[in-house]
């Protein structure tokens, strides 16, 4: 089937309303919970269940998931630039983050 460039056109407005409706929806959710539901889940390499189950990275922080529940948000002002440099690298090796943290015990901003 061939697309007239006004059906392509319509075509791509509707996607476009409809990842705006799910993207405003995933926001309302995410407002009533306090928690960001847009993480990447750690992929431990390790044979061991991790106490991390998910992670997102900013510039100047990284907010880690334990259990699916309490994330944790640590930046270069809670913590030091260092310790949140390696638990960056650590998340995307998906090795030794949690063992880090606790271990460390780095300072958090916020809890949510």
Do not use: H
Request: contains cysteine; aromatic residues 14%; charged residues 25%.
């Amino acid at each position: 089937m061939i697309l007239s460039s006004v059906d392509f056109v319509d075509e791509v407005k509707r996607k476009q309303i409809t990842l705006k409706i799910i993207n405003a929806f995933c926001n309302f959710l995410a407002s009533k919970s306090g928690k960001n539901l847009f993480m990447t889940p750690y992929k431990t390499s390790s044979t061991k269940k991790s106490g991390v189950t998910a992670y997102e990275i900013g510039e100047d922080f990284i907010v880690v998931q334990f259990n699916y529940d309490e994330q944790y948000k640590y930046t270069y002002r809670s913590a030091s630039k260092e310790d949140i440099e390696t638990m960056k690298e650590l998340a995307m090796r998906g090795k030794g983050l949690s063992t880090f943290i606790s271990q460390n015990n780095p300072p958090y901003q916020t809890k949510f």
